[in-house]
Nanobody, 112 residues
Framework: QVQLVESGGGLVQPGGSLRLSCTVS????????MAWYRQAPGKQRELVAT???????HYVDSVKGRFTISRDNAKNTAYLQMNSLNPEDTALYYC??????WGQGTQVTVSS
């Protein structure tokens, strides 16, 4: 059974940083794509960042230059480093594995 466990969300002031983690169990990790999505209240879930098995990454335009997705295959874990956060980044953040499996979500709130 594939399981994803997320951590790292919280409340941060504008301009601050957070790092989200997502650890996968129950599956081989390294050959597969990891992604982070987010969903703000009243909005559709959107793809934020993707990292493929070879390490190539893609970002939605709104986070380019501020967010960095990475992975540690030895730990079966993906990360999302979020810098220069602003209130528009407030959302429930979900990790996704193999375009099929979802984490439980972790809340990120950016507010003064």
């Amino acid at each position: 059974q594939v399981q994803l466990v997320e951590s790292g969300g919280g409340l941060v002031q504008p301009g601050g940083s957070l790092r989200l983690s997502c650890t996968v169990s129950g599956s081989v990790f390294s050959p597969y794509t990891m992604a982070w999505y987010r969903q703000a209240p009243g909005k559709q879930r959107e793809l934020v960042a993707t990292i493929h098995s070879g390490g190539s990454t893609h970002y939605v335009d709104s986070v380019k230059g501020r967010f960095t997705i990475s992975r540690d295959n030895a730990k079966n874990t993906a990360y999302l480093q979020m810098n220069s956060l602003n209130p528009e980044d407030t959302a429930l953040y979900y990790c996704n594995f193999r375009y099929a499996y979802w984490g439980q979500g972790t809340q990120v709130t950016v507010s003064s």
